[in-house]
């Protein structure tokens, strides 16, 4: 996630948004989709930051959509005020199986860099552009606002303080 430098100790996210293109085949269509955010971590098999563990998730949410189009679809995430020293991956879970109706055309850029798409079948993380040669990355964006405080305060008496170091 870039574009977040004007923070300067920590940022919430809000919503996290993919854009869809639904044909006429695909509608009317009605799926459940939920949204994470997750850690980076570094993977030495491809050379690159993969998603790691989650640190904060929507609900499921239910969308209908009733006539073709691109479609901005915007989930609400849970998430505290997190700390602008580490990088975060944005994922999205459809939680419907679209062998019914067609599915939605993944809107992606005309920008194949790699290191950046990924899905997990189960199997582990593939790189979507890498491994499976799509044109560009996928269209994952989130809605960030500045926060401080990203570390929790504890609240301990002077008592408690001191038991811990005996």
């Keep these: 996630m870039t574009g977040c430098s004007s923070c300067a100790e920590g940022l919430l996210i809000s919503e996290v948004h993919i854009l869809l293109s639904f044909g006429p085949e695909d509608v009317p269509v009605t799926f459940e989709i939920s949204a994470d955010v997750e850690e980076i971590i570094w993977d030495d098999a491809s050379q690159c930051n993969i998603p790691g563990g989650q640190i904060c998730a929507s609900d499921i949410t239910t969308i209908t959509i009733n006539s073709e189009g691109l479609y901005d679809i915007s989930i609400p995430v849970n998430c ?21 109706t067609g599915f939605p055309n993944l809107v992606i ?13 189960g ?24 926060c401080e405080d990203p570390v929790a305060n504890e609240s301990h008496s002077w008592d408690e303080i001191k038991s811990m170091f005996r």
């Design 123 to 146: 199997d582990g993380w593939n790189d979507l552009v890498t491994n499976f040669g799509f044109p560009g990355e996928l269209s994952i964006f989130a809605d960030v606002d500045c």
């Design 80 to 100: 505290d005020c997190l700390p602008m020293i580490s990088s975060y991956a944005l994922g999205l879970f459809f939680h419907t199986d679209f062998t019914s």
């Design 109 to 121: 850029d005309a920008s194949p860099v790699g290191c950046t798409s990924w899905n997990d079948w």
